[in-house]
């Protein structure tokens, strides 16, 4: 059974918005998932991933930064493609 991509675009953007801030071990896996799907994102995606990391006042801890950051520099890219 293959997985539908609009459902899997849907749950990613569910699990980055439950993830971001939470200290938890979701942040790395979370950014892995949408690294490594990227093709499955839309233009407004990747400005609400920007979006949202620059309004979160709390990231989390200090690893959960490092890869928050390293999304908001790979959607950047990801934007001006």
Do not use: Q
Not at 13 to 36: A, D, E, Q, W
Not at 46 to 72: T, V, Y
């Amino acid at each position: 059974m293959e997985i539908d991509k609009g459902d899997l675009r849907l749950t990613i953007l569910g699990c980055f918005r439950y993830s971001l801030g939470r200290m938890t071990y979701m942040p790395s896996h979370t950014v892995m998932m949408i690294k490594n799907n990227r093709e499955i994102f839309r233009k407004e995606d990747w400005k609400s991933f920007i979006k949202e990391i620059d309004e979160c006042s709390n990231l989390g801890m200090d690893c959960d930064k490092i890869k928050w950051n390293e999304l908001k520099t790979f959607a950047v890219s990801e934007d001006s493609e």
